[in-house]
């Protein structure tokens, strides 16, 4: 068994900081949404603001290093054009999407989106993080603060799980060998 | 104030635990900072849509945002857009922090400016300006 360099970074792009976002985006979602004054104590709060606010700030992070990778290690080698004489198009990704039928969108329509629009999750994300640093406990009393964090911090997600699952299904149809 | 009473095997009651109201004090900071924050987010967002879109469109804009060859135009693109967001933050946040503003207006037009760079991100939208 043996996994190359490329595959390394692309399953650390895909998998590992991917499996990261989403534990940090579960904790955070379910503390933003919890973060009602019915529902918590002044104990309750500490613990329940601390676990917040590193949730969304890991989250924050891991979709910046998620997309830096992604699109300056990893998405160079999906791109690389292949030598003009080349038979065998397995280790260029694109030019395999593109040169096999049927498998054309992929890269028309699935890496074009995946690509832009990876990058609304980091800056999405951000915001929220900001939003629960700076306001802290008043995020439990203001609740339109609160309920623009959550929408904006499932945006952040929505636009991620996108480029995420169009990225597995290239994968599968042109792994990055 | 809330306990928790436990009938014990033994036939005991014991309160097991007393929650004790207590206070917690909030002092309310203006929503400029917030305001500032999601409509550079919104800004940021617009911009990577509407560069997209150029991208396809204008081949002289394609080729200048090659920033780096690897990466191809994906890389100017990107920049710019992070470059855009995190200028219109730098602008924005200053003038808002202290102030306070009708949150409802804020998230309209964080939502129209979001909701436009999603359509601009979507390739078939962006393939609408592409030469023949």
Known sequence: ?177 | MATIRVERADGRTVDEIEWKAEELEIVERPNGAAAAAILSAGFGALVLGLLASLSEASTAAHDWFDFQARVGPLSGKTIMSVVAYVASWAVLAPVMWKRSFALNTVFVIAAVLIGAGLVGTFPKFFELFAPE
């Open chain 1, 1 to 177: 068994m043996e996994v190359s360099n490329r595959e390394t970074w692309a399953a650390l792009h895909g998998m590992f900081f991917g499996a990261i976002f989403l534990i940090a985006f579960a904790g955070g979602l379910a503390g933003l949404w919890s973060l009602r004054p019915e529902w918590v104590t002044v104990n309750g709060i500490r613990e329940r603001m601390f676990r917040l606010k590193v949730g969304v700030s890991v989250m924050a992070a891991v979709a910046w290093v998620t997309v830096v990778t992604g699109t300056w290690i990893v998405y160079p080698w999906y791109r690389a054009a292949p030598p003009e004489d080349a038979t065998d198009l397995s280790k260029y990704p694109r030019s395999l999407l593109l040169e096999t039928p049927g498998k054309e969108q992929w890269h028309t329509f699935g890496m074009e989106w995946k690509e832009h629009v990876a990058w609304m999750s980091p800056i999405l994300a951000t915001a929220v993080a900001f939003i629960v640093l700076y306001y802290g406990n008043q995020l439990i009393v203001d609740k339109k603060l609160r309920y623009a964090s959550i929408v904006l911090y499932i945006l952040a997600f929505a636009a991620a799980g996108v480029a995420g699952a169009l990225g597995a299904f290239i994968t599968k149809a042109a792994p990055i060998l």
